[in-house]
């Protein structure tokens, strides 16, 4: 099994019993370097210029991130990890609204 990224680490510490509620609450935080923040968000708007859609935002983004999974060859790492991730906050709001 492959050593956990940086998401499943921030994933497990908030889950993990010796945090504070309040650290809970911002673990979301600890998954997204300082600085990197939009920078899956931009990618997919770059993915959509370049294939002739229009950029609508948050679906735009899930939408991205299936193309990127579903073609993991022609990405590095790093996109590989964001697209994941993307898709398991939109399961989470999703799931949040209903």
Do not use: C
């Amino acid at each position: 099994m492959a050593e956990p990224n940086r998401y499943q680490k921030a994933a497990r510490k908030a889950m993990d019993q010796e945090i504070g509620e309040s650290e809970k609450d911002n673990w979301i935080q600890g998954a997204v370097r300082p600085g990197r923040e939009g920078q899956f968000t931009a990618k997919a708007k770059k993915w959509a210029e370049d294939s002739g859609k229009d950029f609508k935002g948050s679906p735009t983004v899930q939408e991205y991130a299936k193309h990127v999974l579903a073609n993991k060859g022609d990405f590095d790492e790093e996109t590989i990890d964001q697209a994941q991730f993307a898709l398991n906050m939109g399961k989470m709001a999703k799931e949040k609204d209903e």
